[in-house]
């Protein structure tokens, strides 16, 4: 499986002085309709899918209902649904309020283990363009072609290629 991806040109908020570095960013298409991927979902199986349709609607009703009562939502095979948030610290207890002291809350969903193996097991890149400016390249020779650029000899690094990738290598996620 391929997973298509953009070159774009940033600059690392932590090393403001250093000169902007090309990062690869997923080019995500756009996601199917809720019919779509219910029919593609259920496609070779004996669940209709207006079934899968309704189970999705409860579970997303549930989830929210789940973390407000401070609960973890594990979804068996998908992955586990929490809520976080910060807070501002008080020396004494007596003096902390939950409504001025806790911000940010946000919902962490952490994928479960045999999820991303199956997603990440045999993924490949493929350049799908370059992003500049504004400006979408259909591709990195367009984009060569549209500023001048020479064309690299071959195995230049400008390919597809496979592997995970390693933590840090985009500073900007």
């Given at each position: 499986m391929s997973v298509n991806y953009k070159l774009v040109r940033k600059k690392?908020?932590?090393?403001?002085?250093?000169p902007a570095k090309w990062y690869a960013t997923p080019?995500?298409?756009k996601p199917l309709a809720q019919k779509a991927l219910t029919r593609a979902a259920t496609e070779n199986?004996?669940?209709?899918?207006?079934e899968m349709e309704a189970a999705m609607e409860l579970l997303a009703a549930f989830i929210p209902q789940q973390l407000q009562q401070?609960?973890?939502v594990n979804v068996p095979g998908m992955g586990t649904f929490r809520l976080t948030f910060k807070s501002e610290g008080v020396e004494d207890i007596d003096k902390f309020n939950a409504g001025q002291m806790i911000k940010s809350p946000r919902i962490v969903f952490t994928p479960a283990k045999e999820l991303r193996e199956r997603t990440l097991q045999g993924i490949s890149y493929e350049n799908s363009g370059v992003l500049e400016n504004k400006i979408n390249y259909a591709s990195l020779a367009d984009y060569r072609k549209a500023k001048g650029l020479p064309t690299p000899a071959p195995g230049g690094g400008t390919g597809g290629g496979s592997g995970s990738g390693g933590?840090?290598?985009?500073?900007l996620g």
């Open positions: 690392n908020p932590q090393k403001k002085s250093e080019n995500s298409a199986t004996t669940t209709a899918p207006i401070g609960h973890t933590q840090g290598e985009n500073p």
